[in-house]
């Protein structure tokens, strides 16, 4: 059990440093300038809560749980049972909350917003993850995410095993279809970084055998091989013999990715991991004095 002290938990994974961003805007669209129902509970009402999963999962978001209680009141205690990137079981107590009553109300839609939703990612990432075990295969992450929370949902990919891309345009060079044109050619486009003396590996959107020996002979360091068949990416990995490094992209399921990943690529990027998102299901139950929130009617 991990008992919240806010900023000493020891977490397995890193989480962002623009948490307490995320939160404060979260709770400025759901409460705005007050909780109207919250403001019925007598002020000095204490409650005690619990986060129940109602489904298998792994666990991510707790950072951002704590940071949505510790923004509304720095008194509420929280006491986790389970660690972000932990499988969780169905019907399992996640996590035990005391402290004010209306305080705990307030809180428990955003809270739960940002648990529930980093859960979803990092569970379906768990699922790909497992997919291409005892492979060469590495599952990478995508620029597919949720306006706003990339940095969390690209932690909840780290908690689900799997491993991360570039975080936006200005960390990594990725030269796509669009790129190519406006530059003049993959070549061209290639040349220019290098010139510029940028100091990221240089990736290259190939779309067929051609275009990737044009790439490799122009020096790319990874070329990302979009809508490659299974027969196409094996050519790909005997053509470039460790000259460059491998992703396959486009459209890539769970029912294909084995077989994707038995080819030989390096990586493996998966857009839906962030972009098709389904939130675990997780609830919060409360009990006020001696009955409990389904008691209570």
């Known amino acids: 059990?991990?008992?919240?002290?806010?900023?000493?938990?020891?977490?397995?994974?890193?989480?962002?440093?623009?948490?307490?961003?995320?939160?404060?805007?979260?709770?400025?669209?759901?409460?705005?300038?007050?909780?109207?129902?919250?403001?019925?509970?007598?002020?000095?009402?204490?409650?005690?809560?619990?986060?129940?999963?109602?489904?298998?999962?792994?666990?991510?978001?707790?950072?951002?749980?704590?940071?949505?209680?510790?923004?509304?009141?720095?008194?509420?205690?929280?006491?986790?049972?389970?660690?972000?990137g932990e499988p969780v079981s169905a019907n399992q107590v996640l996590c035990q909350l005391e402290g004010t009553a209306r305080s705990l109300l307030s809180g428990e839609r955003t809270a739960l917003n940002f648990l529930q939703t980093l859960s979803g990612t990092a569970t379906s990432t768990r699922r790909f993850v497992d997919a291409i075990k005892g492979t060469h295969a590495v599952i990478l992450d995508t620029r597919k995410t949720l306006p706003g929370l990339r940095s969390a949902q690209k932690y909840a990919v780290r908690c689900g095993g799997a491993s991360n891309h570039r975080m936006g345009l200005y960390d990594g060079i990725l030269i796509k279809e669009n790129h190519i044109v406006a530059a003049g050619g993959i070549s061209?486009?290639?040349?220019?970084?290098?010139?510029?003396?940028?100091?990221?590996?240089?990736?290259?959107?190939?779309?067929?055998?051609?275009?990737?020996?044009?790439?490799?002979?122009?020096?790319?360091?990874?070329?990302?091989l979009d809508n490659f068949d299974l027969d196409e990416l094996r050519e790909a990995v005997r053509l470039t013999t460790g000259r460059a490094k491998l992703e396959a992209s486009g459209g890539i399921d769970l029912a294909r990715l084995r077989a994707v990943a038995e080819t030989g690529v390096d990586y493996i990027s998966v857009g839906a991991l962030t972009k098709h998102l389904q939130a675990v299901d997780l609830s919060m139950r409360f009990e006020f004095g001696s009955k409990s929130a389904a008691e209570q009617y």
């Open 188 to 224: 061209a486009a290639i040349a220019t970084a290098r010139r510029q003396k940028i100091k990221v590996a240089v990736e290259v959107e190939v779309e067929n055998l051609q275009q990737l020996h044009e790439a490799l002979t122009a020096g790319a360091d990874i070329l990302l």
């Open 1 to 84: 059990m991990r008992i919240t002290t806010y900023n000493s938990a020891r977490m397995k994974f890193s989480p962002p440093d623009d948490i307490s961003t995320s939160v404060r805007y979260a709770l400025t669209e759901d409460i705005g300038d007050g909780d109207l129902t919250a403001s019925l509970i007598d002020a000095n009402a204490q409650a005690t809560g619990h986060v129940i999963s109602r489904e298998p999962a792994v666990l991510c978001g707790s950072p951002w749980f704590d940071e949505v209680f510790r923004q509304l009141d720095r008194r509420i205690r929280i006491e986790w049972r389970a660690q972000d």
